[in-house]
Structures are given as structure tokens and as C-alpha cells.
């Protein structure tokens, strides 16, 4: 089992960039795929980036290609997750999630198993 802990959250006007980490603990996640979601109130959870364990296999939603970059440091069992041309509408809690597999990604909530409380991201206009 895998325990999985995001930070990085904030405040940041729009145009701005953060960068999320998920930091695993409990397993090494070589093994892990990971994925970043996002939620608003009142909407569903949705992917935002997913990643396989060895890192060959990449996902973005299209509201978040060429300006998010999910990318990973096995070493030290962080997943990231670089947001730059931040917008208004990125403005949600930021959920981190994993589960075993080594060479694909996942990209629907159901297909993960270990989930981070969350980080609000707040893009301000």
C-alpha cells in the first residue's frame, strides 16, 4: 500500500505557475502509475495528467497541453506537476492518485486505488 501526500498549492494570479508535488510514501512508486485530477464544487472529478511508473507514458486532458507538465523523480518517490499560463478556470483542488502498473497510464478516477487529500489551486483574474 502506498500513502501519497500533495503540496504546492496557492494563490496566483493569472499567467502565473505553480508547481504541485505528490510525495509517496509507504512503497517505492517505480511500480506506480500516477495521475493529477482537479474538482470544483458542484463538478466532477477530471483528469489533468496521468503518468506510468517508469515515466515512458504521459497524459494531459486538452484543456491543459503545452502549458502542464506532469513529470516524476522515482529517487525520491515525488510525482510533479508544473503549471505555467496558469488561467482562471484552473482554479480547483488538485488531487493526486496512484496505483501498480509500470507501463501505461490511467485516466479515469476508478482505475486508481490510492488518492492524497488534495491542494487548492486558486487563479485569481
Known amino acids: 500500500q502506498v500513502h501519497v501526500v500533495e503540496s504546492g498549492g496557492g494563490l496566483v494570479q493569472a499567467g502565473g505557475s505553480l508547481r504541485l508535488s505528490c510525495a509517496a510514501s509507504?512503497?517505492?512508486?517505480?511500480?506506480?502509475?500516477m495521475g493529477w485530477f482537479r474538482q470544483t464544487p458542484g463538478k466532477e472529478r477530471e483528469i489533468v495528467a496521468a503518468i506510468s511508473g517508469n515515466g515512458g507514458s504521459t497524459y494531459y486532458a486538452d484543456s491543459v497541453k503545452g502549458r502542464f507538465t506532469i513529470s516524476r523523480d522515482n529517487a525520491r518517490d515525488t510525482v510533479y506537476l508544473q503549471m505555467n499560463s496558469l488561467k482562471p478556470e484552473d482554479t480547483a483542488e488538485y488531487y493526486c492518485?496512484?496505483?501498480?502498473?509500470?507501463?501505461?497510464?490511467?485516466?479515469?478516477?476508478?482505475?486508481?486505488?490510492?488518492w492524497g487529500q488534495g491542494t487548492q489551486v486558486t487563479v485569481s483574474s
Open positions: 509507504g512503497r517505492t512508486i517505480g511500480s506506480y502509475a
Open positions: 492518485a496512484a496505483r501498480v502498473s509500470s507501463f501505461r497510464h490511467y485516466i479515469t478516477e476508478y482505475e486508481y486505488d490510492y
